[in-house]
Nanobody, 126 residues
Framework: QVQLVESGGGSVQAGGSLRLSCTAS????????MAWFRQAPGKEREGVAG????????YYAASVKGRFTISQNGSQNTVYLEMNSLKPEDTAMYYC???????????????????WGQGTQVTVSS
């Protein structure tokens, strides 16, 4: 079992930046993939960014590529999502997720993630 706790959400104006953090209750590299998802009201959950530990491969949704960066600090058991040039359409609840399977891709398929955080709200105003 692993608990994931997100933080860093808030309200910003368009063009601003936020950094989300996700701290795991156990050694980060016990998980094989980590990812960030988001869900806006009335919309389906969307995979935003992910990372696969065995080779460092990253995934970004087309809508955030070039603006968002996923990174991690193993000594802190923490994964980050740096979000720049924020847009109103980035407004959503953001969730951290972890996958144990060694075959995980780190991609946007939510079915491969075993553990989820409670989420942190990001609101971007125009």
């Amino acid at each position: 079992q692993v608990q994931l706790v997100e933080s860093g959400g808030g309200s910003v104006q368009a063009g601003g930046s936020l950094r989300l953090s996700c701290t795991a209750s156990r050694y980060l590299y016990d998980m094989n993939c980590m990812a960030w998802f988001r869900q806006a009201p009335g919309k389906e959950r969307e995979g935003v960014a992910g990372i696969r530990h065995r080779d460092g491969r990253t995934y970004y949704a087309a809508s955030v590529k070039g603006r968002f960066t996923i990174s991690q600090n193993g000594s802190q058991n923490t994964v980050y999502l740096e979000m720049n040039s924020l847009k109103p359409e980035d407004t959503a609840m953001y969730y951290c997720a972890a996958a144990q399977s060694p075959y995980c891709s780190g991609g946007p398929g939510s079915e491969e993630y075993n553990y989820w955080g409670q989420g942190t709200q990001v609101t971007v105003s125009s």
